[in-house]
């Protein structure tokens, strides 16, 4: 039975907007048209990362956290701004890797990166932590740091700063050229409490009413399937009891929101310790003994039932992977990048024209997209490529979104976000070294400016939860509720079985 997590429109919806809705509808049911862009940002971005995240807040893009190869992340070329100095930020070093805990704005509207002013005590240099929104706050969880540090501790950041500071830049009286944008953020400290999870990296984090729900990671050789949930309003921790099919522990895996529905998919699971992993790595360029490592399957929890199921989906799936990402972009769930195991099985790259001819890079350029030589595709010749795949919810079936413009590199660790239908992709690593540009996969039928309309500049917290405070917390501040992002989804229909 194929599964519907898309609602049907009310008869009321649909008499008050008939031609929207039928325009709508009849988009779920068609292929989409995508381009690459590659955009120019002014301003000083961050170094070159991967295993960092990318938060939506109104109109801003927040990067936090992330690691690279020492020296790496440094070699990236930076233009002479002057920016305002970044409070209690640093680079940790340890066995040849540099972990970051520094914060980098884009502005959309500004197609500038800000370096905010950050206030308090910043978490500990980290990648592989998550971070959720909640309110105005980045809520980070977890991750992994120097000396194989592994994390669960919990800390936000307060993303509503002073009024003047948050407004668009001024002029400069001499030159009258706009001034950079300065903003001003506040780390906080969450409340330690009974039942906080395992430290681990790797995991997923996501937000439904007032609660998050923490799934998977790693920790050492330790793979997790487990389920936690933070009430937010007493800031108390739980583990619920869930029914049906349970994910298989994984790590590296990507989970989204859709409407009730927590949706997993793909990951690394193990089933020897990380150890042998790494050993077998070492000695099996091909990825081929490690194939039955990595995942392509689907899971779904009915968070208001606590009960996971299977999806049945047609078409072709995408192949197994973990370190990609997973977003909803109007009725459609999109899959990019990630890594699967041995140079054929990094996905992102490469490529094929649907009229037949091959675009596809050598091996030897594929680290180095402004060297490929291969055959340039002209303008209106679409494409389709392995890196990313579309889930449409109206049929439930499998296809590869259709685009034009220059192939981006393979890449795993990236941060995606999605902005109106559009995706942004910042940095990542390529197999081989660290990645700080910014790509952009958008829907050809909406402008990209269009798609900010209707985001709030600086979101503010509605309603009191009365719950625990944050450490740094002024005793005015309270914790606001979180409205859910989506209207319900209709009851999925998926095939619910027993655990074998």
């Known amino acids: 039975m194929l599964s519907e997590l898309l609602p049907p429109p009310a008869a009321a919806e649909t008499e008050a907007a008939d031609g929207k809705e039928a325009a709508r509808g009849e988009r779920r049911l068609r292929h989409r048209h995508w381009q690459w862009a590659r955009p120019q940002v002014e301003g000083l971005g961050p170094s070159a990362r991967g295993g960092h995240t990318a938060t939506l807040v109104g109109g801003r893009v927040v990067v936090f956290g992330g690691h690279c190869y020492a020296g790496q992340g440094a070699d990236v070329a930076k233009k002479k701004l002057k920016a305002p100095p970044v409070e209690s930020a640093s680079v940790a070093k340890s066995k040849g890797f540099e972990y970051f805990n520094d914060v980098h704005v884009l502005d959309v509207d500004a197609n500038q990166w800000i370096v905010p002013r950050c206030r308090g005590t910043p978490p500990q240099s ?74 681990r990296m790797g995991h997923s984090c996501s937000l439904f009413g007032s609660r998050l729900f923490i799934f998977g990671g790693v920790c050492g050789t330790t793979f997790f399937g487990d389920l936690h949930c933070l009430d937010l309003a007493s800031m108390a921790w739980s583990i619920p009891e869930t029914i049906g099919p349970r994910p298989s522990p994984r790590t590296g895996h990507a989970a989204l929101m859709v409407g009730e529905k927590l949706v997993i998919h793909g990951g690394l699971c193990a089933g020897s310790p990380l150890t042998s992993i790494k050993r077998i790595a070492s000695s099996d360029t091909s990825g081929t003994l490690l194939c039955d490592c990595y995942l392509n399957d689907m899971r779904v929890l009915d968070i208001p039932n606590l009960v996971w199921s299977r999806i049945r989906t047609t078409g072709t799936p995408p192949a197994a992977r973990y370190g990609h990402t997973m977003m909803l972009s109007d009725e459609d769930i999109l899959i990019y990048g990630g890594w699967g195991g041995g140079v054929k099985r990094r996905f992102g790259g490469g490529g094929k024209s649907i009229t037949g001819g091959s675009t596809s890079r050598p091996a030897s350029q594929q680290h180095s997209p402004q060297q490929s030589t291969h055959r340039r595709t002209p303008p209106t010749e679409e494409k389709t490529a392995d890196d990313i795949s579309l889930l449409r919810l109206g049929d439930m079936r499998w296809c590869r979104p259709p685009f034009v413009g220059s192939l981006p590199a393979i890449r795993y660790g990236h941060s995606c976000t999605v902005i109106g239908p559009h995706l942004v992709i910042v940095g990542g690593w390529d197999g081989g070294k660290p990645l700080n540009d910014i790509l952009v996969f958008r829907d050809r039928a909406v402008d990209f400016e269009d798609s900010m309309m209707g985001h709030q500049e600086h979101p503010e917290r509605e309603h009191d939860e009365g719950g625990g405070e944050w450490e740094g917390e002024g005793e005015g501040e309270g914790e606001g509720e979180v409205e859910r992002a989506e209207e319900a989804a209709e009851e999925m229909h998926a095939d619910a079985e027993e655990d074998a």
Request: glycine residues 14%.
């Open 126 to 199: 980290r990648y592989g932590h998550s971070a959720t929104l909640v309110g105005s706050r980045i809520v980070i969880f977890g991750g992994r740091g120097i000396d194989d540090t592994h994390f669960r501790d919990l800390h936000a950041l307060e993303t509503v700063g002073s009024g003047k500071e948050a407004q668009s830049p001024s002029l400069d009286p001499n030159t009258g050229l706009p001034l950079p944008i300065t903003i001003t953020y506040t780390w906080y400290q969450g409340p330690c409490s009974g039942g906080t999870p395992l430290a």
